[in-house]
């Protein structure tokens, strides 16, 4: 199994490649005026060659982004703010012509300088559940991929926080052979009860500050695991970018022998291509449980999450909080046990 530092080796690697292939891309000016040419009566009513080139641009980082925000990948603050701007930007474009916007994103595709079409597909399907209708539902894909950019650090920086008392928590409990594989040790907690919680004003285990917790990290988890899911169709080798990729490289393989690409770019893809599917195979072997920021993977959010219940649960009954208990149980802690099963046979 892969690590953590080589899994973001492996992404950093691919990235490097992407950007360097998009960049010897948009230096051979002549395959995008070849292409363009074809939209050549779309292109005159809306900007000339050189804006296509901005436009380019922004459609490439808003995938770079995009699907690192989708990844759960560090993002610096500086590489966000670009990545609104240049969804602000694309937003206009669409404004101006939906059907142009299509067919830009189509030929950059062909190209492999993004795959932002096939990605806002594959979005729009796992999250609504029916196909997408470009000229309708890009609006509302771009605005919804915006917020998941938008809410990235903060969501990074609430992980910090629910792990920050990890170590704390792990002395309340004992490890069992059930299936969920930990129970609580009330001896323990009562006696960091009695001392804390009675009056209910510990800033982090007080049963209003940790009923919070728990309702945030739940949809947290539930995204990760509907992100995952989109991760895996989008990669996946029949239908997905790696089927679409390596028919690109078998094209732009004939195009380098009859001299229409370069020895040079061919390669630049070609490496691409390579160090994108070394990633791809990390993330697939590393698999749900390993999915998540680096130092909060899925698997050890799951437990933890489960012993904040436990903790909850406990606080509820000693208080008499029964309708808070019942509900706690019924909307979080029955479903959170079965995958927390799920994940240890996983393992």
Same mark, same amino acid.
Not at 233 to 240: I, S
Not at 287 to 305: A, M, Q, R, V
């Given at each position: 199994? @892969?690590? $953590?530092?080589?899994?973001?080796? *492996?992404?950093?690697?691919?990235?490097?490649?992407?950007?360097?292939?998009?960049?010897?891309?948009?230096?051979?000016?002549?395959?995008?005026?070849?292409?363009?040419?074809?939209?050549?009566?779309?292109?005159?009513q809306n900007f000339n060659y050189e804006k296509s080139r901005e436009y380019i641009r922004d459609i490439f980082t808003f995938e770079l982004i995009a699907v690192s925000a989708i990844s759960r990948t560090e993002i610096i603050d500086g590489d966000i703010k670009a990545a609104c701007r240049a969804i602000n930007n694309i937003n206009d474009f669409y404004s101006k012509?939906?059907?142009?916007?299509?067919?830009?994103?189509? /030929?950059? @595709?062909?190209? *492999?300088?993004?795959?932002?079409?096939?990605?806002?597909?594959?979005?729009?399907?796992?999250?609504?559940?029916?196909?997408?209708?470009?000229?309708?539902?890009?609006?509302?894909? @771009?605005?919804?991929?915006?917020?998941?950019?938008?809410?990235?650090?903060?969501?990074?920086?609430?992980?910090?926080?629910?792990?920050?008392?990890?170590?704390?928590?792990?002395?309340?409990?004992?490890?069992?052979?059930?299936?969920?594989?930990?129970?609580?040790?009330?001896?323990?907690?009562? $006696?960091?009860?009695?001392?804390?919680?009675?009056? $209910?004003?510990?800033?982090?285990?007080?049963?209003?500050?940790?009923?919070?917790?728990?309702?945030?990290?739940?949809?947290?988890?539930?995204?990760?695991?509907?992100?995952?899911?989109?991760?895996?169709?989008?990669? $996946?080798?029949?239908?997905?970018?790696?089927?679409?990729?390596?028919?690109?490289?078998?094209?732009?393989?004939?195009?380098?022998?009859?001299?229409?690409?370069?020895?040079?770019?061919?390669?630049?893809?070609?490496?691409?291509?390579?160090?994108?599917?070394?990633?791809?195979?990390?993330?697939?072997?590393?698999? /749900?449980?390993?999915?998540?920021?680096?130092?909060?993977?899925?698997?050890?959010?799951?437990?933890?999450?489960?012993?904040?219940?436990?903790?909850?649960?406990? #606080?509820?009954?000693?208080?008499?909080?029964?309708?808070?208990?019942?509900?706690?149980?019924?909307?979080?802690?029955?479903?959170?046990?079965?995958?927390?099963? *799920? #994940?240890?046979?996983?393992?």
């Amino acid at each position: 199994m @892969a690590t $953590d530092s080589q899994t973001n080796n *492996a992404l950093r690697q691919y990235t490097k490649k992407k950007i360097s292939y998009f960049e010897s891309i948009i230096k051979e000016e002549k395959i995008l005026k070849e292409r363009i040419n074809i939209l050549e009566n779309y292109f005159r009513q809306n900007f000339n060659y050189e804006k296509s080139r901005e436009y380019i641009r922004d459609i490439f980082t808003f995938e770079l982004i995009a699907v690192s925000a989708i990844s759960r990948t560090e993002i610096i603050d500086g590489d966000i703010k670009a990545a609104c701007r240049a969804i602000n930007n694309i937003n206009d474009f669409y404004s101006k012509n939906p059907d142009l916007l299509k067919d830009f994103l189509l /030929l950059l @595709a062909k190209y *492999a300088i993004s795959d932002l079409y096939y990605f806002l597909n594959t979005y729009w399907f796992q999250k609504h559940k029916t196909q997408m209708n470009f000229k309708v539902n890009y609006p509302s894909a @771009a605005t919804e991929l915006k917020t998941i950019i938008e809410t990235h650090r903060p969501t990074n920086e609430f992980m910090k926080l629910f792990f920050s008392q990890k170590e704390f928590t792990s002395k309340f409990f004992i490890k069992t052979n059930d299936k969920t594989g930990y129970t609580i040790d009330e001896v323990i907690f009562k $006696d960091f009860y009695d001392k804390n919680l009675t009056n $209910d004003s510990h800033v982090f285990f007080s049963s209003s500050a940790l009923s919070k917790l728990i309702e945030k990290m739940s949809q947290i988890h539930i995204d990760m695991e509907n992100h995952f899911k989109l991760l895996y169709h989008y990669y $996946d080798n029949k239908t997905g970018k790696p089927f679409r990729y390596n028919f690109i490289l078998e094209n732009f393989e004939e195009k380098k022998n009859t001299g229409v690409i370069s020895v040079k770019l061919f390669n630049e893809f070609r490496d691409y291509n390579n160090s994108f599917n070394i990633y791809r195979e990390i993330i697939e072997q590393r698999g /749900l449980i390993n999915f998540g920021f680096e130092d909060f993977p899925y698997k050890e959010s799951i437990i933890l999450l489960y012993k904040y219940c436990r903790i909850l649960e406990f #606080v509820y009954l000693r208080k008499g909080y029964y309708d808070k208990l019942n509900n706690l149980r019924n909307t979080i802690l029955n479903s959170l046990e079965k995958r927390l099963i *799920a #994940v240890n046979l996983s393992a």
